[in-house]
């Protein structure tokens, strides 16, 4: 049984750097793209990005400048880290797992809930 | 980037009826459309991926259709458990876009 789980702080002050990790269970992370997507609050869902399991990523470039993801593949876990967070950057940050193509992310964590506040 | 739109943005439904949610995304991107149930607190959930194939486990009175930019997903037979916001995804091209969603309400 596949499962993805967030973590990492819930609570980020302003002009610092967001990190969190998504440790996956019951699938390699040497296979697939592993994604983040978040939902700011009242809004709807917004693709981050992912990192293919040969380390190759692909951002979203509303937030290029400001993301880097990586996996470690001895850990089974993948990470994101976002830089210079403000306010719009409060929101439930999904992980989740994409086959690529056509298919759609068939395994998603429960979230987790990142504010951003001094 | 595609844009994606949704409608409607919400509507009222009862126990037992048939709902349509329409998707429409802002150029070709054949069938690479994904539909979404998410529920707070919950994990998001897969129910169509290539427009019209029902994810494992997915109960059948959930349907996904395509006409050109067009999508629709069908619940044939609203249940208790479908109370839920509904999210279309294109995956033709990076950046993947969500539509914006579409909250099903107990009428």
């Known amino acids: 049984q596949v499962q993805l789980q967030e973590s990492g702080p819930g609570l980020v002050k302003p002009s610092e750097t967001l990190s969190l990790i998504c440790t996956v269970s019951?699938?390699?992370?040497?296979?697939?793209?592993w994604s983040w997507i978040r939902q700011s609050p009242g809004k709807g869902l917004e693709w981050i990005g992912y990192?293919?399991?040969?380390?190759?990523?692909n951002y979203n470039p509303s937030l290029k400048s400001r993301v880097t993801m990586s996996l470690d593949t001895s850990k089974n876990h993948f990470s994101l880290k976002m830089t210079s967070v403000t306010s719009a950057d409060t929101a439930v940050y999904y992980c989740?797992?994409?086959?690529?193509?056509?298919?759609?992310?068939?395994?998603w964590g429960q979230g987790i809930k990142v504010t951003v506040s001094s | 980037d595609i844009q994606m739109t949704q409608s409607p943005s919400s509507l009222s439904a009862s126990v037992g009826d048939r709902v349509t949610i329409t998707c429409r995304a802002s150029q070709s991107i054949g069938t690479y459309l994904s539909w979404y149930q998410l529920k707070p607190g919950k994990a998001p959930k897969l129910l169509i991926y290539d427009a019209s194939n029902l994810e494992s486990g997915v109960p059948s009175r959930f349907n996904g259709g395509a006409s050109g930019t067009d999508f629709t997903l069908t619940i044939s037979s609203l249940q208790p458990e479908d109370f839920a916001t509904y999210y279309c995804q294109q995956t033709f091209i990076t950046p993947l876009t969500f539509g914006p969603g579409t909250k099903v309400n107990i009428k």
């Open positions: 019951g699938s390699s992370i040497s296979d697939y793209y």
């Open positions: 989740a797992r994409w086959a690529g193509g056509s298919n759609g992310s068939d395994y």
């Open positions: 990192i293919h399991y040969d380390g190759s990523t």
